[in-house]
């Protein structure tokens, strides 16, 4: 298993394992109970990180939200609570997560172990999103809180190159989504308003640019070795099949 195939077979379980957090009922309704609509916490809670900056620069970061519908999200967050302190929260609840949810997997340590020196292989260049939330102090030092952080900014360096690859690819995000599995779907998840660009024209460059993500961030994955890779993507598979059921 070559890094970039350790990191093209890592992306679907570390997106699963991050989405059972965020849709967890616990998650919903402690962020209820800030006052903030859904698209509110998540556009803060996300890019928060970043600290006090434009919605502009936010939206330059993350990508693939209009632009728009980020500014909406992340103005009406900052009516209430500062951007960066629902991103601390989110933290919060994250490492709160990870120890009821993670804290009895058989081999947690070994998977925090080799998780972290992937995270920390990582090279921030181009990746603003994944810099800032690997800066963030961690409130608990409890292996289970540790994995949930450390799974947390391996999918966002994940989502972060796919940003870099897909702009490489000449391809603009509204176009890469609607290129993807989700299509229009996703071009409405995400905030764009229609009318959408043909999806026929544009597949094949979107292939290339996951090709370009994965050796991006199969560089990182380079720190293990051959085996360790093996073992990495399969503690994740386990935990994300016992995790998701």
């Known amino acids: 298993m070559t890094p970039e195939q350790a990191a093209a077979n890592a992306r679907a379980g570390l997106a699963s394992l991050v989405g059972a957090f965020a849709e967890s009922p616990q998650t919903l309704r402690r962020a209820r109970l800030m006052g903030l609509s859904g698209w509110a916490y998540h556009v803060s809670a996300r890019a928060g990180a970043l600290g006090d900056v434009r919605p502009e620069t936010a939206a330059a970061a993350i990508g693939f939200i209009a632009p728009d519908a980020l500014t909406d999200g992340w103005e009406a967050a900052a ?27 058989p081999r947690l340590t070994r998977l925090l172990e080799l998780a972290k020196r992937v995270a920390d292989a990582v090279d921030c260049a181009g990746l603003p999103l994944f810099a ?114």
């Open 79 to 105: 009516k209430t609570t500062a951007p960066v302190e629902v991103a601390t929260w989110h933290l919060q609840e994250l490492c709160r997560w990870g120890v009821d949810q993670l804290g009895d997997f």
């Open 132 to 245: 800032a939330w690997r800066a963030m102090p961690v409130p608990d030092a409890s292996p289970g809180a540790q994995l949930a952080v450390v799974l947390h900014l391996l999918h966002e360096h994940r989502l972060g190159v796919h940003v870099v690859a897909v702009r490489a690819s000449g391809l603009t995000p509204l176009q890469a989504i609607i290129a993807g599995p989700e299509g229009e779907t996703g071009a409405v998840a995400f905030g764009w308003q229609p009318p959408y660009p043909p999806a026929g024209p544009i597949v094949r460059r979107l292939m290339w640019a996951e090709s370009v993500a994965d050796s991006l961030a199969g560089q990182a994955y380079a720190a293990l070795d051959l085996g360790e890779r093996v073992e990495l993507i399969g503690l994740l598979e386990s935990l994300s099949h016992r995790i998701g059921g």
